[in-house]
């Protein structure tokens, strides 16, 4: 029996990948050591991080008016350092509130002064709408407008085709959908993601941010892990970095590459998720949660609309080998995460054993 993991993060990672990490972990050929024993500030660790940097800056075209800075302390952390490094003028930034994600980094702001102002919320119907920009928002008001391009409990994408159209600062919490689908790097001025869905394990955080705009900051109330500022002139060397983590992200991003890059894995992740959507739309015990144009590609949510029949159906798939289907403990129901490294196999089981569950249903019924 092939097992899947359809967890929403850490989630799956390419299994090539993971078998390279364990034939070097002890010795890798260059390093003559295992990776976690070397210093950050030997020629070979340099070596990777400077090619994951270059390989993240080909993957997503990302130029150079854009530094690119690898900061532990996960996305919960960028909800803290992003207004700290941006909210100096205003001292107030605005939010679309498209889930729980959203929500937590207009809290994060307010915790450390800032004022953060919910421009409109999807809360009401359970996020599974996308709240938009008014035409009266006015970006002068605010040092920048937050959102979450993927909502990783709840399954509503801004996709590149949905963006809010601003002509203020715009920056983006990426982390569930980073180099899954395409999105213009030049409509952000800053953007981060957490590794550990679609990049790699936990331990490291992605920030691209815009030269330009970091300069015009005035942080010098800020503490110097928090600044990003001195990511990007140690090139994320300013302490001992997450050495394992980058590397395995380095891995990834290889493996990304390999594949086509993320054209290839977007088209790849439509057909993964339509199929799921489309079985879904035609049956009538499960029911995909979120607005047909912004459904997810990495966190299809559904659910049969009884949560304890939900559970114990999550519960029977793991006897068949596919685990963590449950969605997130704060909504229940079901969410199947289908990451880049996630195969198609896994969307073709996870049907088979979906109707298996609806005919043991109908049968009972
Ligand atoms: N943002 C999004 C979209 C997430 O999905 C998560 C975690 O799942 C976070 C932020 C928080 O990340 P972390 O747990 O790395 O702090």
Redesign the pocket.
């Known amino acids: 029996m092939t097992n899947y993991n359809f967890s929403?993060?850490p989630g799956v990672l390419p299994t090539p990948v993971l078998t390279k990490i364990k034939n070097e972990f002890i010795k890798n050929e260059f390093t003559h050591m295992s990776i976690i024993e070397i210093s950050h500030r030997s020629t070979q660790f340099e070596e990777i991080i400077n090619s994951a940097e270059e390989r993240l800056r080909d993957l997503m075209n990302i130029s150079d008016d854009y530094g690119v800075a690898f900061i532990q302390?996960?996305?919960?952390?960028?909800?803290e350092m992003l207004p700290l490094n941006f909210a100096n003028n205003k001292n107030r930034i605005a939010v679309l509130d498209s889930?729980n994600?959203a929500s937590?980094?207009a809290q994060a702001a307010v915790t450390i002064g800032k004022q953060a102002t919910i421009l409109d919320s999807s809360k009401v119907d359970h996020y599974h709408h996308l709240p938009m920009l008014s035409t009266d928002f006015n970006a002068d008001e605010y040092d920048y407008l937050h959102l979450?391009?993927?909502?990783?409990?709840e399954g509503a994408t801004y996709h590149q085709s949905i963006l809010p159209k601003t002509v203020g600062r715009l920056t983006a919490?990426?982390?569930?959908n980073i180099l899954a689908e395409p999105y213009d790097v030049n409509d952000f001025d800053a953007i981060f993601a957490?590794a550990?869905?679609n990049l790699g394990p936990?331990g490291v955080?992605v920030a691209i941010v815009k030269k330009d705009w970091l300069k015009e900051q005035n942080i010098e109330n800020v503490g110097s892990m928090l600044r990003y500022q001195n990511y990007l002139d140690k090139h994320s060397m300013y302490n001992t970095p997450p050495v394992f983590s980058i590397y395995a992200l380095n891995l990834v991003l290889e493996w990304v590459q390999e594949q086509g890059g993320v054209d290839s894995m977007y088209a790849q992740n439509i057909e993964k998720s339509s199929k799921l959507y489309d079985y879904l739309d035609n049956s009538t015990f499960y029911h995909a949660l979120v607005d047909e144009s912004a459904r997810s590609l990495t966190n299809v949510v559904f659910t049969t609309a009884d949560l304890e029949r939900d559970q114990a159906i999550a519960k029977d798939a793991t006897k068949e080998g596919l685990f963590n289907l449950s969605g997130h403990r704060s909504v229940g129901g079901f969410r199947a995460s289908l990451y880049n490294a996630q195969p198609i196999e896994a969307v073709d089981a996870l049907i088979t054993f979906l109707k298996k569950a609806e005919n043991n249903y109908n049968d009972k019924h």
């Open positions: 929403a993060g302390g996960g996305g919960s952390t960028q909800f889930g994600f937590k980094a979450t391009t993927n909502n990783t409990i919490d990426m982390s569930s957490g550990q869905k936990a955080t």
